[in-house]
């Protein structure tokens, strides 16, 4: 196995990136404060043996402690959670956020998210195929963990770095982002990607997460950043301009949706991410592989659901099927 590539970024601050095979995201981003007193770890990989290897390959070029280990997990997501559980010491404090907790925790998650994407028109002989490829149920962390729960505001502190919680609701419920001030860095999780836009999605019928994550972009606008540390991919240098463009980017998106309900007068949420247009080698929608059909549908609907708080989508019923017209 090839050694990890760890990237330093500041004194005492280093960038590990941990693979993610077959996976469109090519890997995360793991980042790792070395302190003498305790070191801290923010997301970790997926809870995978390829992940594994390369999070402990990183730990070791490192010589990092586990004894003296915490760890800080941006969102629910398997690729950011999902090694917590393997590596943490008795007595690490494993950080995380409530919203994301509950989720992450209910006993019932996949049976209520296959009901709801049927709902929303996924074809129901492709439900449990993709629930059983989904990486939410295959690499998370797995048993219950002893989260430690922090709030939007709270501070955490790691040798030179004082870490601010700031949370950004939008790509999950509860992501929440860490601001340092004194260096100008902000450690964005999935909530500001530099070469690919991040996820907003959802199943449930209510809720609107696409408004929460352009409130949150607002809000992280307005904050002082030399450097954004993202997820997954590059670094980012210039935050405001990177937030301006994801802030067009969903505006395109939404303007698209409102272009196809139109078009085709009524659709489920399925239907509209198939005319969508996807940043995906594919001659059509029927040759896209099913998780990419399942995570577009989730977009599609958040889409769907602003417009309709918005007053520019209505929806009502086909048979069992949620559809969405022009209101
Ligand atoms: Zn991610």
């Given at each position: 196995?090839?050694?990890?590539?760890?990237?330093?970024?500041?004194?005492?601050?280093?960038?590990?990136?941990?693979?993610?095979?077959?996976?469109?995201?090519?890997?995360?981003?793991?980042?790792?404060?070395?302190n003498g007193k305790r070191n801290l770890v923010i997301d970790t990989g997926m809870?995978?043996?390829?992940?594994?290897?390369?999070?402990?390959?990183?730990?070791r070029q490192l010589d990092i402690d586990l004894e003296h280990t915490d760890y800080f997990v941006t969102h629910l997501h398997a690729d950011h959670v999902g090694l917590v559980a393997e590596f943490s010491a008795p007595g690490a404090i494993i950080y995380f956020n409530e919203p994301d907790?509950?989720?992450?925790?209910?006993?019932?998650?996949?049976?209520l998210v296959s009901s709801l994407a049927g709902k929303h028109g996924f074809p129901e002989e492709l439900v449990s195929a993709a629930i059983d490829l989904h990486p939410g149920q295959r690499y998370s962390p797995q048993g219950p963990v002893n989260f430690t729960m922090v709030e939007d505001g709270d501070l955490l502190t790691y040798g030179n770095y004082e870490l601010?919680?700031?949370?950004?609701?939008?790509?999950?419920?509860?992501?929440?982002?860490?601001?340092?001030?004194?260096?100008?860095l902000f450690f964005s999780g999935d909530h500001i990607l530099g070469d690919i836009t991040p996820n907003i999605s959802t199943w449930l019928e209510t809720g609107n997460p696409l408004a929460e994550y352009f409130s949150s972009l607002d809000r992280v606008h307005e904050?002082?950043?030399?450097?954004?540390?993202?997820?997954?991919?590059?670094?980012?240098?210039?935050?405001?301009?990177?937030?301006?463009?994801?802030?067009?980017?969903h505006r395109r998106?939404?303007?698209?949706?409102?272009?196809?309900?139109?078009?085709?007068?009524?659709?489920?949420?399925?239907?509209?991410?198939?005319?969508?247009?996807?940043?995906?080698?594919?001659?059509?929608?029927?040759?896209f592989p099913l998780m990419q059909k399942w995570f577009a549908t989730g977009e599609a609907l958040a889409h769907v659901q602003y417009l309709e708080h918005e007053g520019k989508l209505q929806r009502s019923s086909r048979e069992k099927t949620l559809v969405f017209s022009v209101g």
């Open positions: 196995m090839p050694e990890t590539v760890i990237e330093q970024i500041r004194e005492d601050l280093f960038r590990a990136e941990i693979p993610l095979p077959r996976n469109p995201l090519k890997a995360t981003n793991a980042y790792i404060i070395k809870n995978r043996d390829e992940c594994k290897a390369a999070l402990s390959d990183a730990f907790a509950e989720i992450l925790q209910r006993t019932d998650l996949w049976h601010h919680c700031i949370t950004t609701p939008g790509h999950t419920s509860g992501h929440t982002c860490l601001l340092e001030p004194h260096h100008k904050l002082d950043v030399n450097l954004v540390l993202p997820g997954h991919r590059s670094l980012i240098k210039n935050c405001r301009q990177r937030i301006d463009q994801l802030k067009d980017h998106r939404l303007n698209e949706v409102l272009h196809i309900v139109g078009e085709i007068g009524q659709g489920s949420a399925f239907e509209i991410a198939a005319g969508m247009t996807w940043d995906l080698v594919a001659d059509s929608w029927d040759d």
